[in-house]
């Protein structure tokens, strides 16, 4: 028995169509996120001294075992941006970033519309697997990339918006082109958890 548990989809599987498609949103959350999940307890039942909380995990794996470093890594990582990866998302479609992210979106970046652009050249650019984020890092907003399942936690750095560009987010719908999957996803941005995550992380 291990220590960490699915969480809930908070929407139905298809409240993101016809963005994210109702079977992507099955397979990505029943069995990719469960399977990191199963990995990373596997992980804590070796090594129940492990059994942190993911966030600390996140911040402190290379410190661990060898036989368990890199499963903490990969697949705690990979419940980690899971984890926040659906509620970063809303069936409230299009909204827009409002308030003290919005003002500091404009200051980081020149303007909504600009972020959007770097933001997604970002993402699209990713060499294989891994995540586009929106950071808090020394009290501003910067971009970050990372490969496989890594966390920007892991470098002090506070993700706010994170997206997943790897294959098994939009390859079913979206083929190979991820550029579509980027520009589609931006529908489905849950800005209002975005506002709350840049409050939280300014404190
Ligand atoms: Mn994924």
Redesign the pocket.
Known sequence: MGKFELPALPYAYNALEPYVSEQIMKL?HDK??QTYLDNLNKAIDAHPEWGKSIEEIIKTYNSAPDDIKNVLRNHGG?YY??SL?WLMMSPKKDQMPSGKVADEINKAFGSFDAFKKQFGEAATKIFGSGWEWLVVDSGKLALVSTPN?DSPLTQGKIPILGL?V?E??YYLQYYQKRADYVDAWWHVVNWADVAMRFETAKR
């Open positions: 990505h990719h996120h990979g941006n899971h990866f399942q997943d790897w098994h987010a």
